[in-house]
């Protein structure tokens, strides 16, 4: 069982930048390939991005390529978020998610989510 908690979130103006944070429980965290998710107003949730158990490979959606950038520190049982140059379609719940599989990827169905935390991006 792993639990996700996600923190970071919150009001930025357009032009701005968020790092979003995933703390997650129990000693097996790099066993888990972990992604970040995203649910708009009246949207179904999409993939963010993803990142290998180890972090040595990283995939993100057209959309934030070049914008936000996923990391992890497997020491620390984190994995990150940097959101720069944030723009008001940014705007939405975030949520951490962890998986059995290599990595995470747009239709991978992750084992175990987090709670979620807004990011409100202002125009």
């Known amino acids: 069982q792993v639990q996700l908690v996600e923190s970071g979130g919150g009001l930025v103006q357009a032009g701005g930048s968020l790092r979003l944070s995933c703390a997650a429980s129990?000693?097996?965290?790099?066993?888990?390939?972990m992604g970040w998710f995203r649910q708009a107003p009246g949207k179904e949730r999409v993939y963010v991005a993803g990142i290998s158990r180890s972090g040595g490979g990283t995939l993100y959606a057209d959309s934030v390529k070049g914008q936000f950038t996923i990391s992890r520190d497997n020491a620390k049982n984190t994995v990150y978020l940097q959101m720069d140059s944030l723009k008001p379609e940014d705007t939405a719940i975030y949520y951490c998610a962890a998986s059995v599989q290599p990595t995470v990827v747009r239709t991978t169905t992750p084992n175990y989510w987090g709670q979620g935390t807004q990011v409100t991006v202002s125009s």
């Open positions: 129990g000693r097996t965290f790099s066993s888990y390939a």
